[in-house]
């Protein structure tokens, strides 16, 4: 019985090697891909593979890859004979600065990165981790559609993700980063998700390709002219970023995950640089002139503001009338919405609504404080904004900042009126705290249009109309629009020195980090739309 013992533990280390060394070798084929020439041809396209991606967003050496040798079980159009492992999806997870992250890669070199049955259940598998352990969901998309060879199949596959990236909303970030094509009914995917990034010449977003545009429309247009990153970067707004790179694209993956929280029930990562709290910038009393009519730039006003004067803006090329951008003070991560008065004065518009209103949501849901910069003369008046809706668009923000039970600090530098005014997020919507520069002006309008409606009779007696309407103008803005007009009636909390904006800003979100609010009980909301 011993021999028969002794016998048994030799052959069983021997048999365990050969099968650890079975293992590694179909590791190594799963790690490898397909052939060399597939990896060649990516390459060329001055694309990365899915592996090299990953390594670029994730901590070196932090992956923990999940189901890497799932093969698809479909047969039919030559399937059975090319069942690759990991079936065209790479899904894992890994660290960002050392906090957890979960990824999926399409990776092209198989199927085309075309979604199949078992594609998609490895990606409905690493959403679902990422939602029950409360950690972002970074998705490297560079894939072909469904896998026509699957048949519906795929297409129930598509309709697993959106369902998941619909109940994660709100409750862990979810980041897209488009680095190939997306076509048809897998675009809604990325649209679903807080944020969306695009490499310039080698990723496109479009629902029916141009072949299909010129069989229609008659339109003759390149897949980039339809749906490339300037295109949604700048003109469609569905992307939130375009990069000429992507080594540059994946490192802003990275930063924008650094300013975010793991998930909704976590405050963002508090990192204090060697900004001091209490740093005055004179640079602001010359970067804003006192006369409301000149323009400049509010971004340069945002960096005298911020710690180190660094500030991710999303949306950056698309309604550059407004900025939304992401901050840091005294080391606490901030949303900033700012009218930019460089671009259309600063006016509100339809797409600046929408982009204003979707960031306020967004902070909202993970705890990021709001900071709004006003310099707003008003929306944009014309018959193609009333016909587009501006009444609704509008809308979208205010019930965005009405909504919104974050800390809410306001700060008027010039010019507010009308109801953009209000609906920038003024003291009687719900801001916490609301502060005014000495050059602010708050008021129904302007006051010369102020004056030609009030004083339209006496103008029109006078001898002297223009005289008298200069008059008139100055009366009113005397009278009513004054700097500390708003704040004798309870509007504005306080009137500042420019200087000391960082500093303010800084002690009011000290106060407020316990902020709590009471919401009324209902399922949710009917927002406008």
Not at 51 to 63: K, N, P, V, Y
Request: glycine fraction near 10%; charged fraction near 20%; proline fraction near 5%.
């Amino acid at each position: 019985m011993a021999m028969t013992n002794r016998a048994s533990a030799q052959a069983g280390p021997a048999s365990l090697r050969g099968r650890v060394a079975e293992l590694d070798s179909i590791r190594e084929q799963a790690l490898a891909g397909p052939d060399g020439k597939a990896t060649a041809a990516q390459h060329a396209k001055g694309k990365l593979t899915a592996r090299e991606r990953i390594a670029l967003l994730l901590d070196e050496g932090s992956f923990q890859e999940v189901e890497q040798l799932r093969r698809h079980r479909a047969s039919g159009f030559g399937l059975e004979v090319k069942k690759p492992y990991t079936d065209g999806v790479i899904t894992g997870w890994g660290t960002v600065e050392g906090r957890t992250v979960f990824v999926y890669a399409h990776d092209f070199r198989i199927f085309g990165g075309a979604l199949g049955e078992a594609h998609a259940e490895k990606i409905h598998k690493i959403m679902d981790m990422a939602i029950t352990t409360g950690a972002p969901l970074v998705s490297l998309n560079d894939g072909a559609g469904a896998r026509i060879q699957e048949g519906v199949s795929a297409l129930a596959g598509y309709g697993g993700i959106f369902q998941r990236n619909t109940r994660a909303s709100g409750v862990i970030p979810q980041i897209s980063v488009m680095l190939g094509p997306c076509a048809g009914g897998a675009a809604y995917s990325p649209a679903l998700t807080d944020f969306v990034f695009m490499v310039r010449g080698t990723s496109q977003m479009f629902i029916t390709g141009p072949d299909v545009v010129k069989a229609v429309t008659g339109e003759e247009i390149t897949q980039n002219g339809l749906g490339g990153a300037d295109v949604h970067a700048q003109t469609s707004g569905v992307a939130h970023f375009a990069y000429d790179d992507e080594e540059t694209c994946l490192a802003e993956v990275r930063y924008l995950l650094s300013l975010l929280p793991q998930n909704n029930r976590e405050a963002p990562p508090r990192v204090r640089g060697g900004d001091h709290l209490n740093r005055r910038s004179q640079a602001l009393l010359d970067l804003v002139p006192a006369d409301g009519s000149r323009p400049y730039d509010m971004a340069a006003v945002i960096g005298e503001v911020a710690d180190d004067g660094e500030y991710l803006q999303v949306h950056e090329g698309w309604a550059p009338n407004i900025i939304c951008a992401l901050a840091r003070l005294d080391g606490q991560v901030v949303g900033v919405v700012a009218n930019q008065p460089r671009v259309l004065a600063g006016v509100l518009d339809i797409q600046a609504s929408e982009k204003a209103a979707r960031f306020v949501q967004m902070c909202d849901a993970f705890s990021i404080p709001i900071v709004t910069f006003l310099d707003v003369p008003g929306f944009l008046p014309g018959v193609d904004q009333e016909h587009g809706g501006i009444i609704r668009h509008g809308a979208k923000l205010l019930y965005a900042y009405c909504s919104a039970t974050v800390p809410r600090i306001s700060l008027i530098l010039r010019k507010a009126y009308g109801g953009a005014y209000i609906v920038m997020d003024s003291q009687s919507i719900g801001a916490d705290l609301t502060y005014a520069w000495p050059t602010n002006e708050i008021a129904v309008m302007g006051a010369e249009g102020a004056a030609n409606v009030i004083f339209r009779r006496q103008i029109a007696e006078a001898e002297d109309p223009e005289s008298m309407r200069q008059k008139m103008v100055k009366e009113y803005r005397a009278e009513l629009m004054h700097p500390y007009y708003a704040a004798e009636r309870g509007l504005v909390d306080d009137v500042i020195d420019p200087t000391r904006t960082r500093e303010v800003l800084i002690r009011s979100l000290a106060m407020l980090r316990r902020k709590h609010a009471d919401l009324p009980s209902r399922k949710h909301g009917n927002p406008p739309q």
